[in-house]
T-cell receptor
Framework: GAVVSQHPSWVICKSGTSVKIECRSLDFQATTMFWYRQFPKQSLMLMATSNEGSKATYEQGVEKDKFLINHASLTLSTLTVTSAHPEDSSFYIC?????????????FGSGTRLTVV | AQSVAQPEDQVNVAEGNPLTVKCTYSVSGNPYLFWYVQYPNRGLQFLLKYITGDNLVKGSYGFEAEFNKSQTSFHLKKPSALVSDSALYFCAVRGMTTDSWGKLQFGAGTQVVVTP
């Protein structure tokens, strides 16, 4: 089945620094990937849609200059949290969309726990 | 506007008993519906999806879901719950509008607690 690898699983960084999170589709090509943010015991909030070779589309209220998304290849999308602050601490999850058997499927990475101190 | 609702924050069930997690939706046209499960500090694992065809969809780990168009529901079921089924369950609908096309919209999630 489709596998999406997300790294790192957890990261602790100092306030003001930047953190990069990688999302790779291991056995399929993903022209479209999604980035979500999840607060404890809450649902997933879509932050942006990442399309290979083009600029990401951000959801309303998401700061594109703070959350930089790059989708340079068909198997890799990255999310960089720039100048991180404690309020950016959260669980970030990526998802890749694939097309198999005539339908779309969505495979999720294992998530990244970001703690900004 | 489309939406998906999970009316229960938490479902408690004894091991061996049937498990049902409720989901209702509101979309224009034919919905694409999904169920995912999330264990603590993990991503989402796919359980099953409804695109078209049989209203009863069988998925992973013994789960199934019934698509009911008249009631706009897509409840997740398992005949005999296991303690290891304790997790957070999400229902999702694929976006069908211009702005939401191709994106998944999630319900609030239902915490399932299975007691031994």
């Amino acid at each position: 089945g489709a596998v999406v690898s997300q790294h790192p699983s957890w990261v602790i960084c100092k306030s003001g620094t930047s953190v990069k999170i990688e999302c790779r589709s291991l056995d399929f090509q993903a022209t479209t990937m999604f980035w979500y943010r999840q607060f404890p015991k809450q649902s997933l909030m879509l932050m942006a849609t990442s399309n290979e070779g083009s600029k990401a589309t951000y959801e309303q209220g998401v700061e594109k200059d703070k959350f930089l998304i790059n989708h340079a290849s068909l198997t890799l999308s990255t999310l960089t949290v720039t100048s991180a602050h404690p309020e950016d601490s959260s669980f970030y999850i990526c998802s890749a969309r694939d097309y198999r058997g005539g339908t779309y499927g969505y495979t999720f990475g294992s998530g990244t726990r970001l703690t900004v101190v | 506007a489309q939406s998906v609702a999970q009316p229960e924050d938490q479902v408690n069930v004894a091991e061996g008993n049937p498990l049902t997690v409720k989901c209702t939706y509101s979309v224009s046209g034919n919905p694409y519906l999904f169920w995912y499960v999330q264990y603590p500090n993990r991503g989402l694992q796919f359980l099953l999806k409804y695109i078209t065809g049989d209203n009863l969809v069988k998925g992973s780990y013994g789960f199934e879901a019934e698509f009911n168009k008249s009631q706009t529901s897509f409840h997740l079921k398992k005949p005999s719950a296991l303690v290891s089924d304790s997790a957070l369950y999400f229902c999702a609908v694929r976006g069908m509008t211009t702005d939401s096309w191709g994106k998944l919209q999630f319900g609030a999630g239902t915490q399932v607690v299975v007691t031994p």
